[in-house]
């Protein structure tokens, strides 16, 4: 079993498919890629555990493959916050920009620090935090209110239309996720879907779609 990052970064070599590359490159990776599949990683991410001094080892590495498995065997509960912060500065896709705030999500405090992230003037670092928030509103009822995500419904109605490309698809999915929080989030979001209408993002060469926000919140209670 690889214990270094060096033999991490080795054994993705080997388990890279050039299938796999230029997907990843297609939904907009520019880092180097090996081409790593999600299940291969998964398994590597149950040998090697929570370790986050090796998460920051594989990040720095600027690998795309090694930094997604950075994100998998970092423990959000023990990692420096400041930690993070660095990683953020890095997002430069939209695959990574997810994987990052589903760990921010799992972090103390991370309600709070997804303000500043979603705030954020780079595209990724915002998207990540409003993929951290809708994470949290469907996760944390504890910590996060409903008359706080009413609040923030309130921010999405504003400002969606004129936020970055890809902060606009975490933004609504932020609103689908607020909207099967609770009945009366859902009759608030499903208000404010109907106001902003359609959400435009440009999902480049990929198949991928921003789903209208309504439909899906409807569809997901019927189910």
């Known amino acids: 079993m690889p214990n270094t990052a060096r033999e991490v970064l080795t054994e993705l070599q080997k388990l890279g498919k050039e299938s796999f590359r230029k997907t990843y490159q297609r939904h907009g990776v520019t880092d180097e890629v090996y081409g790593v599949s999600t299940a291969d990683l998964k398994t590597l991410q149950k040998k090697l555990k929570k370790n986050n001094a090796l998460a920051n080892e594989l990040w720095a590495s600027g690998v795309y493959d090694a930094r997604i498995l ?38 103390k405090n991370a309600l709070q620090r997804t303000e500043a992230w979603r705030k954020s003037k780079y595209e990724y670092v915002s998207s990540a935090g409003w993929h951290a928030l809708a994470a949290l509103a469907t996760k944390d009822t504890k910590n996060v209110s409903d008359e ?44 404010v879907a109907r106001e902003i209408g359609k959400v435009e993002v440009d999902h480049g060469k990929t198949a991928c779609v921003t789903p209208d926000a309504e439909s899906y919140i409807k569809k997901a209670l019927s189910r």
Request: glycine share 4%; charged share 20%; net charge positive.
């Open 70 to 107: 950075a994100t998998m065997i970092a423990d959000p509960k023990t990692m420096e916050p400041m930690m993070l912060d660095r990683w953020a500065r890095d997002l430069d896709s939209y695959p990574i920009a997810d994987a990052v705030g589903v760990l921010l999500a799992g972090t």
């Open 148 to 191: 706080y995500l009413t609040s923030i419904l309130e921010i999405i109605r504003k400002d969606i239309k004129r936020a970055p490309n890809y902060t606009r698809h975490t933004m609504n999915g932020a609103l689908i996720a607020i909207g099967l929080r609770s009945p009366a989030l859902q009759k608030l979001a499903i208000a």
